[in-house]
């Protein structure tokens, strides 16, 4: 994925954030959003989809809080660290709820394994790039 | 908008959240998102674009954030606090820069004042439902 | 919503699209993807979830799709006929085929009766917009 | 990314569908979500923003379609091949639109160039996705 090179060429003053923290985070919220929006249906599809409902929702909750924050992270144009902040916080929130809940089923389900995974790497993207602002 | 009978026919309990405060905000968020993606573009067409660079960057931050909030309130099935919360704070914060940012157009432009009004009351929303968790 | 204000505050030619049918469309996609979203989660909550799987995928498809139609639609500048029938038709698709899969539970569950109605409503409310282009 | 190993892991059957053609169309979706909100931004902040309206327009469009069609993808349960070819009609309109637009300033704008060829790539990853259904 090019995001180093799209963030790169970015053509003015990037207001001053950790280039490689931020690369690194909005590649992880993309991750993060696909593999949500993929392990809520895959839930959806287990037998025993009634023990699933809460992964679901926080699968839902995350995938859509993670898409928002990539969007965010990749505009530069009159940065306001202020809001940066507020949803980085949000998106860390989101992937440690979603993370632990996933973790639960993770030796059950293949998809809920994986998809925690991936919601801890995207935590902890965030919470580097909060500590660099 | 049927917000109010959807939120009614949910056939568990809600969590305790305010009723009245969750389907105002639900419905301040879809005005927001929807007339922040109409004030970007229109002041993308603006002669003056170039003096409306900040204002469409909030505007499309705000878009992004007030969709995804929306969605998230839309949700009751393992309700969480923490989360709403968190979501809540980051749409306040995007609604209240977007709204001042707009609000020094507004005497310009009429998509701007329109667009503050929208972010002043999502934030409003916001915040009364923040306080009513 | 402000809807028809943000429309008609926008400073350039609107490209020839009919302003009544595309208001009305607008508002009909912000009303649909309300209502699939809490559709989806009212369903996830159901003792009878087992049932609703295909429900529930339709809920989240035509949410996501209804979104992205009311953004592009809300977007006048570089006005693009092409693009706009292509999305205004997986729209009507989508608004089609969850609006049969929620009229089927219509009966026992109020909250696919409504999203049911929603669905047709903006099915319609594409199908209008797209002979007046 | 393990779109992959998220495709892989769903419980049942995936409804016929190509998986190298779906994993690839995945990824390449959510590539190009990314590469035109960037773009977009940095169109924004570029000295002749008044010469690159349409292609921040497209930019926009382009990516909340893309960001809906990763979604949908990303799901199996009740599949719908009817549904799935009109989202990924939609999206491969955008993506020649947009990169068509983002090829006309390649020559001027890095971010033009590289967001240009992830519209190719995704327009040619749903052509073959169509082809395969």
Sequence with gaps: ????????????????????????????????????TACADACLSEDGVAEL??????????????????????????????????VLDACRVACRSCGDECGQHAEMHDHCRVCAETCRRCEQACARLIDSL
């Excluded at 909750?61 to 660290?81: E, M, P």
């Design 53 to 86: 409902r809460t992964c679901i929702r926080s699968n839902l909750d995350c995938s859509d809080i993670c898409a928002t924050t990539a969007n965010v992270l990749s505009r530069h144009t009159g940065y306001d660290a202020n809001l940066t902040r507020s």
């Design 1 to 36: 994925m090019p995001i180093r090179e799209m963030v790169e060429s970015y053509p003015k003053d990037r207001g001053g954030i950790d280039r490689d923290a931020l690369v690194a985070c909005i590649e992880a919220c993309l991750e993060c959003t696909q593999s949500c």
